[in-house]
């Protein structure tokens, strides 16, 4: 349960600490007085998100920290696995910073919003005054089924997802490969043509590269034959070799007399074995030189027509070599297709039977609790005064037997779930969300809450104004429900109704006051005749009267 709350510089409230007892706890104030305001802090602390508005606007930071005492082997598990030190004592702090610096810690170590949420069922339950409004919303109903056996619908849910992601995929896949057979058909003749063409052109690579080489050198093979014609009488006519040869001859000799010569002598050597290679290779370049008329139109022929290639494709020789491989690959695949197609449908139809028949567990499941859950529900309403309550919860799931249909799959399974009630006898069952009153639906919400409560054995519930449209004799059985609750957990009530005031067993003020400037929030716990002139005051308004005194008395007395 909860047994500390601290609170610095959050929204209208400077600086307050509170102790918290087992047993009903009620919160009073005016209307605007921050009582709403204990309640985000609370709620901080079990996972809400942050939001900077909510610092005092003279502050750069706000704390909110509480300490929850609370035995539970999940939970222990939980912190243990984050290495967080526990002795059935959970110390949560956050801190806002208008720097956006956030931090959360769990006694002392600095954790994540994520494991916050993973601890917060078992630490406590908050019903804020706007949750009464799932009940207007059938689409929230799953949701609150779910709740009472969350642990156990998790598991179907999550095996659920499973199987619907990869149905949806297999969905996806035959979808994809069938749209692209359909384009494939459609450009067939295209791929055809373009393939026969590529094929008749017998691309090979770099051929382009070599034919502008060999153009090139039978565009200018006079000046080719004079530079090597010159260049061998260079080497031959006029002796260089022979020269060359005789300097090698001579150092070679010296080398024979010191050392200093012989790396000289190698030189030379090799310079003489080179120049000969080279002069061999221009002889032979000169006799293999023979210039074709013919066969440089041909290649000039090839070049415009690999160019021509290029400029209608828009791609290199390269890439057509690979697009020419893509187009083969494309047309074989069409002769595949069907076998293909068969193959993912196949798929589709065996993910399809998975996910349904894992829907349908998760449906039977839910069914269940909802049958358990009915009954409990109609007997609280009858004890809440809806004498001759009736309540049940159907289902409505959509056909799903066309494997290639998807909508009838949703995130939470199959299920459609209406809330029916009747509270006057003779009366048909008729949906909640369209015939309840106000009254009849904070009594149906605090049903919910107690039997979430009980079979979830919540440590701790936070009521915030759950008895909205209540009043009188009604009333005093709302009170005395939630104390009732009180017994197996410890609950915060804010309420504005006296009759649920007086059940409570600790009872807190909370006042509003106007300092120099700013505003400042005070909470205290009342004594009895605190109580009195509290509960009076919320029976008579500005002025107390006596009698409004003893009606307050009759209230708080205990039967």
Excluded: W
């Excluded at 063409?197 to 770099?206: G, H, P, Q, S, T």
């Amino acid at each position: 349960m909860l047994k500390k709350l601290k609170i610095k510089q959050f929204a209208i409230i400077d600086d307050i600490e509170l102790d918290f007892f087992s047993g009903m706890t009620v919160l009073t104030g005016e209307t605007g007085a921050g009582k709403s305001i204990l309640v985000d802090a609370i709620s901080l602390l079990l996972g809400s998100r942050a939001d900077n508005q909510m610092i005092r606007s003279q502050a750069d930071a706000a704390i909110v920290e509480g300490e929850f005492e609370v035995i539970h082997p999940m939970l222990k598990q939980l912190l243990t696995y984050h290495d967080i030190e526990y002795q059935d004592t959970i110390v949560i702090q956050r801190k806002l910073a208008k720097d956006n610096q956030n931090v959360i810690k769990i006694n002392g170590t600095r954790v994540a919003l994520k494991l916050i949420n993973q601890i917060s069922p078992y630490l406590a339950d908050i019903h804020s005054q706007f949750d009464t409004t799932q009940l207007i919303h059938p689409e929230q109903y799953i949701r609150l089924i779910d709740s009472f056996r969350k642990d156990k619908v998790n598991q179907y849910l999550e095996h659920y997802k499973l199987l619907l992601k990869k149905y949806i995929e297999a969905i996806h896949e035959y979808n994809k490969l069938k749209q692209k057979k359909s384009e494939t058909v459609q450009q067939m003749d295209l791929y055809t043509y373009q393939l026969k063409e590529l094929d008749k052109l017998a691309l090979e690579e770099n051929e382009l590269e070599n034919l502008q080489e060999k153009v090139n050198v039978l565009n200018n093979i006079d000046q080719i034959n004079y530079n090597l014609a010159e260049s061998n009488a260079l080497m031959n006519e006029q002796g260089i070799l022979e020269k060359i040869y005789q300097v090698k001859t001579n150092i070679e000799a010296l080398s024979k007399t010191t050392k200093d010569f012989q790396t000289l002598s190698e030189r030379l050597n090799n310079l003489y074995y080179e120049l000969q290679d080279i002069n061999d290779e221009i002889e032979q370049q000169r006799e293999h030189l023979d210039y074709d008329p013919y066969e440089l139109e041909q290649m000039n022929e090839r070049i415009h027509d690999l160019e021509k290639v290029q400029h209608k494709y828009q791609k290199s020789i390269s890439e057509l070599i690979t697009y020419q491989e893509h187009l083969r690959n494309v047309l074989d695949e069409v002769e595949n297709y069907d076998e293909v197609i068969k193959e993912r449908e196949e798929a589709v139809v065996s993910t399809h039977q998975a996910v349904l028949e894992q829907a349908k567990q998760l449906t039977q499941l839910r069914q269940t609790i909802a049958k358990k859950v009915s009954q409990e529900i109609i007997t609280t309403l009858r004890e809440l005064e809806i004498k001759h309550a009736d309540f049940k919860i159907v289902f409505e799931s959509q056909p799903c037997e066309n494997p290639f249909d998807t909508s009838c799959f949703k995130e939470h399974g199959i299920d459609q779930v209406d809330f029916l009630i009747s509270t006057n006898k003779g009366e048909p069952l008729k949906p909640l969300s369209k015939t309840a009153s106000g009254g009849e639906m904070s009594r149906v919400m605090l049903t919910f809450k107690t039997i979430f409560a009980k079979t979830q054995k919540v440590p701790s519930v936070i009521f915030d104004e759950i008895d909205t449209g209540i009043s009188g004799y009604i009333a005093k059985k709302i009170g005395a429900k939630i104390a009732e609750l009180a017994s197996i957990a410890q609950v915060i009530a804010i309420t504005h109704i006296p009759q649920v005031v007086a059940e409570g067993t600790h009872h807190l003020a909370i006042k509003k006051d106007i300092v120099g400037e700013h505003t400042k929030i005070s909470v205290g716990y009342l004594s009895y005749e605190e109580r009195i002139e509290e509960i009076a005051g919320m029976i008579s308004g500005d002025t107390i009267s006596d009698s409004a005194r003893e009606m307050a008395k009759q209230l708080l007395i205990r039967t």
